[in-house]
C-alpha cells in the first residue's frame, strides 16, 4: 500500500519530518556560535554522504548507475544542499531562526507552480486555496518579523535565493530517475554539496575560528543524523512515495515550529502577528493536502 494511502503511516512519517525539518534552523544557528558556516557545512555534508553510500555498500543495496546518474547527483546536491543550506546558513548570521523556517515554508506555493508545467501535476481548486491561504499566512508573519522584529533585509533576500534553489532542485529530484537507491540518492548530493561548500569554506574562512569541544560534537551529531540523514532523507522519501505539491505543502508547518524552537533554543521573541499569521497556515495545510472529491 502507497504510504499516501495508508494515514496512520502517513501521518506518523510526516510527524516526524516536521519536527526534525523544522529544528535545523535553530540548531543551525547554535552551530553558526561554534564554526563559521560552510566548513561546518562542508563537514556535515561529506560525513552523512559517506555514511549513506557507505551504508548502501555494506548492505548490498547500492547499484551501479552510471556517469550520468552521479552527475545528475551533483547538480541535485548543489541545488538542495549547497544552495539551499549554504545561503540560509550564511543568511542566518542576520536574521533569525524562526524566519529563516517562515521563508522557506513558502516552498509548497512555488514547487506546486513549477509542478503543474514541468511534472504535469494537477492543480485542483481545494489545493490551490490551501496554497493561496498558506502563502497569505506566511505573508503575515514576514511583515512581523520585519516591522516588529526589525529582522535584516539582506538576510531575507539571500533567503529567498536559498528558497529559489531547493524549489529546482526538489521539482528535478522528482522528475531525473537516476536508479539509485535512497540512501544513494540522498548520500551522493550530501557528497558533491560537502566538497563544494568545505572548498569553499577553506578559501572564503577562517578554520581557527572553528571551536572544537562538547558544544560541536553534539550539534553536529544532531545535525549529521537527526537533519540531514533524519529529515532530508523523509523528505526525499516523500517526494519519492507521493506527488511533489503534496511533500511541499508539508511546509505550511514550518513557521509555527521554527518560532517553538527558535523560543525555546535559542529565546527568539515571538510577536503576536507571528502566532495571527499561523491559523491561515494551518487552515491551508489541510485544504492542501487533504484529498477531496474529484475535481475540487
Known amino acids: 500500500m502507497p504510504i499516501r494511502d495508508n494515514k496512520l503511516t502517513y501521518f506518523a512519517t510526516v510527524a516526524v519530518f516536521v519536527v526534525l525539518w523544522s529544528s535545523a534552523f535553530a540548531a543551525g544557528k547554535i552551530a553558526l556560535q561554534v564554526s563559521p558556516p560552510l566548513l561546518f557545512l562542508g563537514q556535515r555534508f561529506l560525513f552523512a554522504g559517506v555514511l549513506m553510500v557507505g551504508f548502501a555498500v555494506i548492505s548490498g543495496a547500492y547499484r551501479p548507475i552510471g556517469v550520468g546518474g552521479w552527475a545528475k547527483l551533483a547538480v541535485l546536491g548543489v541545488l538542495n544542499q549547497a544552495g539551499y543550506q549554504g545561503l540560509a546558513w550564511i543568511a542566518m548570521g542576520d536574521v533569525s531562526s524562526a524566519l529563516a523556517a517562515v521563508i522557506i515554508s513558502m516552498n509548497p506555493i512555488f514547487i506546486a507552480m513549477v509542478a503543474v508545467p514541468v511534472l504535469g501535476e494537477r492543480m485542483s481548486v481545494r489545493r490551490g486555496g490551501g496554497l493561496v491561504l498558506g502563502l ?23 533567503m529567498a535565493v536559498s528558497l529559489s534553489s ?85 511546509h505550511f508547518l514550518m513557521p509555527p515550529f521554527g518560532l517553538l524552537f527558535g ?31 474529484p475535481g475540487l
Open 166 to 250: 531547493v524549489v529546482v532542485g526538489s521539482v528535478l529530484f522528482k522528475k531525473w530517475r537516476t536508479g539509485a537507491p535512497l540512501s544513494v540518492a540522498v548520500g551522493g548530493q550530501f557528497l558533491s554539496a560537502g566538497v563544494l561548500l568545505l572548498t569553499l569554506g577553506l578559501f572564503t574562512e577562517d578554520p581557527g575560528q572553528i571551536q572544537f569541544g562538547a558544544d560541536y560534537v553534539w550539534v553536529m551529531a544532531y545535525i549529521v543524523f537527526g537533519v540531514s540523514i533524519g529529515a532530508v532523507g523523509l523528505w526525499f522519501y516523500l517526494l519519492t512515495h507521493g506527488s511533489a505539491s503534496d511533500a511541499s505543502a508539508l
Open 263 to 293: 523560543w525555546l533554543l535559542l529565546d527568539e521573541h515571538a510577536a503576536l502577528g507571528d502566532f495571527v499569521g499561523i491559523a491561515p497556515i494551518a487552515v491551508g495545510i489541510w485544504l492542501a493536502t487533504h484529498r477531496g472529491k
Open 136 to 158: 497569505i499566512g506566511v505573508v503575515i508573519v514576514l511583515n512581523s518579523r520585519i516591522t516588529v522584529s526589525g529582522e535584516d533585509i539582506g538576510g531575507i533576500v539571500i
